[in-house]
């Protein structure tokens, strides 16, 4: 009201914002009065660096496969087509080497095929080369085997790594680029990674392969894991792996897996049973991410990628 005296009504009090070393130390922090903190008052937003998601995740991947014991490898992006396909018992007439499918160089086009097993592995696709098999039946050409392509899968990294180190145990991994001549959408890119691996050692078999996998994929929340039949030209027996999502209330495939065929291992003087697989990674990624289209992965959109979190999937 008009008249009244309005700082005779307000009380007065000092309040200390900063709780110090000297208040402590002097005992005054019990006479004084802190002022409150608002958790809710609005601030500056302050943006601070962080893993891009994908980066993260290629983390997580070694991190299991190291604590279960395996080694990391790495090879070249460019790659023969001897290691790419044809070390792997795959036939020079296979579709997945015509050029739709997959990327060849120009320039230069052709590379040095190793002799010695060269020879071992042309045994083994024009007549199974002692292995009890009858091989493809046709005449394997080294100029084919010597084209230079982009690497379709890292399966060619860990071929040549066994190819050096041929008495057991062997434990590597790899979590590398590859490359495929496909149409990119919403599902797929010419350009991704893959999760590869094998395991050679005395007596292992399919079910030490599943309960690897069931394992790597536990450590990373996917607890739920199934194996389907299927076909690969270097593998037998194979399997299709599949998850269970309990977001979307489905299985989902995210890889394949099998032991090696001997027209794999013999050429390169293996004689124990190796096991294989290879999973997607941006496929994972989408899953843990949530994410709806494989290209946000790449479209570096940093809203995104500084609110993005992963999906708990225990």
Avoid: C
């Avoid at 009065?33 to 993260?56: C, G, I, M, N, Q």
């Avoid at 997580?60 to 395996?70: H, I, N, S």
């Amino acid at each position: 009201e008009e008249g009244v005296n309005l700082a005779a009504h307000v009380e007065t009090l000092e309040e200390v914002s900063q709780l110090t070393p000297e208040l402590i130390k002097t005992g005054r922090w019990r006479s004084v009065e802190l002022s409150r903190y608002d958790v809710y008052a609005p601030v500056k937003p302050v943006f601070a660096a962080r893993e891009h998601p994908l980066t993260s995740l290629i983390r997580r991947v070694r991190e299991a496969f190291v604590e279960l014991g395996f080694q990391e490898v790495k090879g070249p992006l460019v790659e023969l087509a001897f290691w790419n396909f044809d070390a792997l018992f795959q036939p020079q007439d296979h579709p997945a080497r015509e050029m739709h499918d997959t990327f060849y160089l120009a320039w230069p086009d052709r590379g040095r095929v190793p002799e010695g097993l060269a020879e071992r592995v042309r045994a083994a696709h024009e007549n199974g080369g002692g292995t009890g098999s009858k091989g493809w039946r046709y005449r394997w050409s080294v100029e084919e085997a010597s084209r230079l392509i982009l690497r379709t899968h890292t399966t060619a990294t860990t071929i040549r790594y066994l190819a050096e180190h041929r008495e057991p145990p062997v434990k590597v991994f790899s979590v590398d680029r590859i490359f495929r001549n496909e149409k990119v959408n919403w599902k797929r890119l010419a350009e991704f990674h893959q999760i590869e691996g094998i395991l050679m050692d005395r007596g292992v078999g399919l079910k030490h392969l599943m309960g690897v996998i069931k394992e790597f994929y536990a450590r990373l929340g996917l607890r739920e894991v199934r194996f389907r039949p299927s076909y690969f030209p270097y593998t037998e027996p194979s399997a299709e792996v599949d998850v269970y999502l309990k977001e979307l209330g489905k299985w989902v495939e995210l890889g394949g897996m099998g032991v090696f065929r001997p027209e794999v291992t013999r050429p390169l003087g293996v004689e124990h049973p190796v096991l294989a697989w290879g999973l997607g990674l941006e496929r994972l990624a989408i899953i843990i991410y949530g994410v709806e289209d494989i290209r946000e992965l790449y479209r570096n959109d940093l809203s995104w990628i500084r609110s993005v979190v992963p999906i708990d999937l225990r």
